[in-house]
């Protein structure tokens, strides 16, 4: 059964530094989706992705956060200058489009700023 | 907006007992769709059920049922005879009808069961 997949699984970087989270979407998926989850929270919302564009982003997206669809498989998430508050789980999604509501969720990338 | 309001933040229960799992969700859409996920201690998010808003036929798989009202804007989930593998944080999402259509998660609920 098709999965999206997430790499690396975890990350440690030094607050400042700038990190990027990829994920592979289930190929035939036409939305893209980042969460995340605060460690012992509720998974929050941040960005969907599609036809190449943003169409929706929390607040928690400001400017420090990007999304890319370099080519035809990788999303990207970039943190440009990390904080310590940016450690978390970040969870790609995917889902198929017109008719298929399910968000399918990937592993996730367990993220440690020091 | 949305919301999802999980009031139970933690169930212990002894193995082989039933369990519900309750969960109470607010949206203007008219058209919808709910969705449980359980978060075993591994960390990942295994999808279990989407229910449709213009669907109130409730659903059994196994050992698990979901009780769907929309009358109370409630989507209640029943283990029944629960398991030890079924100890893990089970979040109930909501998921409006915008194109872009993010999930709006609830606060979770932490499931123990006890041998």
């Known amino acids: 059964e098709p999965e999206v997949t997430q790499t690396p699984s975890h990350q440690v970087t030094q607050m400042g530094q700038e990190v990027i989270l990829r994920c592979v979407p289930i190929?035939?998926?036409?939305?893209f989706y980042w969460y995340r989850q605060i460690l012992g929270q509720k998974v929050e919302f941040l960005v969907s992705f599609y036809n190449n564009e943003i169409s929706e982003k929390s607040e928690i997206f400001d400017d420090q956060f990007s999304v890319e669809r370099p080519d035809g498989s990788n999303f990207t998430l970039k943190i440009r200058s990390t904080k310590l508050e940016d450690s978390a789980m970040y969870f790609c999604a995917s889902r198929p489009g017109q008719g298929g509501e399910t968000q399918y969720f990937g592993p996730g990338t367990r993220l440690l700023v020091l | 907006a949305q919301k999802v309001t999980q009031a139970q933040t933690e169930i212990s229960v002894v193995e082989k007992e039933d369990v519900t799992l309750d969960c109470v969700y607010e949206?203007?859409?008219?058209?919808?769709?709910l969705f449980w996920y359980k978060q075993p201690p591994s960390g990942e998010l295994v999808f279990l059920i989407r229910r449709n808003s213009f669907d109130e036929q409730n659903e059994i798989s196994g050992r698990y049922s979901w009780n769907f009202q929309k009358s109370t804007s409630s989507f209640n989930f029943t283990i029944t005879a629960s398991q030890v593998v079924d100890s893990a944080v089970y979040f109930c999402a909501l998921k409006g009808n915008t194109n872009a259509g993010k999930s709006t998660f609830g606060d979770g609920t932490t499931l123990t069961v006890k041998p």
């Open positions: 949206t203007r859409d008219t058209t919808y769709y």
């Open positions: 190929s035939n998926h036409l939305y």
